[in-house]
T-cell receptor
Framework: NAGVTQTPKFQVLKTGQSMTLQCAQDMNHEYMSWYRQDPGMGLRLIHYSVGAGITDQGEVPNGYNVSRSTTEDFPLRLLSAAPSQTSVYFC??????????????FGPGTRLTVT | AQRVTQPEKLLSVFKGAPVELKCNYSYSGSPELFWYVQYSRQRLQLLLRHISRESIKGFTADLNKGETSFHLKKPFAQEEDSAMYYCALRVSGFQKLVFGTGTRLLVSP
């Protein structure tokens, strides 16, 4: 299993540009989420999904969109990039259910710089 | 609202010294607490869960509901323990995790 994969690993954007960060998992996990990691702020939840067709907002959703058309994929879209969105972005997934492990598996991260 | 507080941004100790990384939470119900670790150039991974009550890599953590704490402890730190440590809370009935701001542990020889 590849686990949770993210592309690209690095990205530089100009203010106002849009882009999509890709996330995929091959573990058939129902739950997927996006975090941003900033110095001194820890990991903050952007959006999450408990299954295909279902998404919800986390702590810091503004400026980001998500969709979940399949169980495997959970892309994060930056609509109009701003310097404040410079961060490291992590995607994570975990299984849901009474007999499931509660461990959340993380991707390797995407380092985004907005100039 | 649920919150996780890790008061120390950086904890620096010498090899062989005891380590305690502090974590406090605010939640009125029954929480699930976790410690996640991120070693240099590696992805975040689960270190331990309070439900398991296990020791991983010599680390233990006890949930103290009276003090709303879940401190991570190790009696003798090793250089390979140097990493970023995050405490996380899962609220009953929900899947999402709330993370603290993290503590960087540096273990010097």
């Amino acid at each position: 299993n590849a686990g949770v994969t993210q592309t690209p690993k690095f990205q530089v954007l100009k203010t106002g540009q849009s882009m999509t960060l890709q996330c995929a998992q091959d573990m058939n996990h129902e739950y997927m989420s996006w975090y941003r990691q900033d110095p001194g702020m820890g990991l903050r939840l952007i959006h999450y999904s408990v299954g295909a067709g279902i998404t919800d907002q986390g702590e810091v959703p503004n400026g980001y969109n998500v969709s979940r058309s399949t169980t495997e994929d959970f892309p994060l879209r930056l609509l109009s990039a701003a310097p404040s969105q410079t961060s490291v972005y992590f995607c994570a997934s975990k299984k849901v259910g009474a007999d499931a492990s509660y461990e959340q598996y993380f991707g390797p991260g995407t380092r985004l710089t907005v100039t | 609202a649920q919150r996780v507080t890790q008061p120390e941004k950086l904890l620096s100790v010498f090899k062989g010294a005891p380590v305690e990384l502090k974590c406090n939470y605010s939640y009125s119900g029954s929480p699930e607490l976790f410690w996640y670790v991120q070693y240099s150039r590696q992805r975040l991974q689960l270190l331990l869960r309070h439900i398991s009550r296990e020791s991983i890599k010599g680390f233990t953590a006890d949930l103290n509901k009276g003090e709303t704490s879940f401190h991570l402890k190790k009696p003798f730190a090793q250089e390979e323990d140097s990493a970023m440590y995050y405490c996380a809370l899962r609220v009953s009935g929900f899947q999402k995790l709330v993370f603290g701001t993290g503590t960087r542990l540096l273990v010097s020889p």
